[in-house]
């Protein structure tokens, strides 16, 4: 949606302070977990690009949602993977850059047979 100003004077440059430019060589990369609201939104983490997918499940998303009681029975090669919208299935060896990844992605997966606590969405 564009903005129209009512004031001549108005700056229209605007640096945002979350730029890819201010993380020192790491990008912003959202992860959700659907259908498990207990993790109410998705969670940032600043990330190398180069970092390979596999390693982003290992030592990223599988860590920060492991509390979960589904997190344990996760068979990994049957998650449902959307990145920005678009549904993808990652190549675990290749980098998140090379996974379509940029500043502030969205990652959201889902993990068929868990749908939250005892099938409630959370």
Excluded at 53 to 82: C, Q, R
Aim: hydrophobic share 40%.
């Amino acid at each position: 949606m564009s903005v129209t100003a009512i004031t001549p004077d108005y700056e229209t440059h605007i640096e945002f302070r979350d730029a890819e430019k201010n993380f020192h060589g790491n990008r912003v990369v959202y992860v959700h977990w659907e259908q498990h609201l207990s993790f109410c939104s998705a969670i940032a983490f600043p990330l190398p690009p180069a970092m390979p997918f596999g390693a982003f499940v290992e030592e990223v998303i599988k860590p920060h949602y492991s509390a979960h009681p589904d997190a344990a029975h996760v068979d990994w090669s049957k998650v449902v993977w959307m990145i920005d919208g678009e549904k993808k299935t990652p190549d675990f060896s290749k980098s998140l850059e090379d996974n379509g990844l940029h500043h502030k992605s969205l990652v959201r997966f889902w993990t068929p047979g868990f749908e939250g606590y005892k099938g409630s969405a959370s």
